[in-house]
């Protein structure tokens, strides 16, 4: 009886190396991220003169709303439209042009 299992042609086995460069990526990305968060933080409390708690208060205004938007163009972008399928450019081109 054989029991291997048969592995489909779009599954890829990721080498260590290419899961370390992901992971640097990763790290430099949340690093800069990071950086800039704590730089606006000490700008918006020492410089600008407002307390740590409203500082964060704007942080987290900031992540909200940003995840609400998220979603709705995430939304849109999912649902075609009748002038945007017959299109000759294509879907997304549309939605990057008028998004730019």
């Given at each position: 009886?054989?029991?291997?299992?048969?592995?489909?042609?779009?599954?890829?086995?990721?080498?260590?190396?290419?899961?370390?460069?992901?992971?640097?990526?990763?790290?430099?990305s949340n690093l800069s991220?990071?950086?800039?968060?704590?730089?606006?933080?000490?700008?918006?409390?020492?410089?600008?003169?407002?307390?740590?708690?409203?500082a964060s208060?704007?942080?987290?205004?900031?992540?909200?709303i940003d995840a609400i938007f998220n979603i709705l163009i995430g939304l849109r972008l999912i649902k075609p439209t009748a002038d945007t399928v017959s299109c000759a450019h294509g879907y997304y081109t549309v939605r990057f042009h008028w998004v730019s």
């Open positions: 009886m054989d029991t291997t299992k048969k592995l489909s042609a779009s599954y890829v086995v990721i080498g260590v190396k290419e899961k370390i460069g992901y992971g640097f990526g990763d790290l430099a991220f990071g950086f800039v968060s704590l730089f606006l933080l000490f700008f918006y409390t020492n410089i600008y003169g407002i307390s740590a708690v409203q208060l704007i942080f987290v205004i900031a992540r909200v």
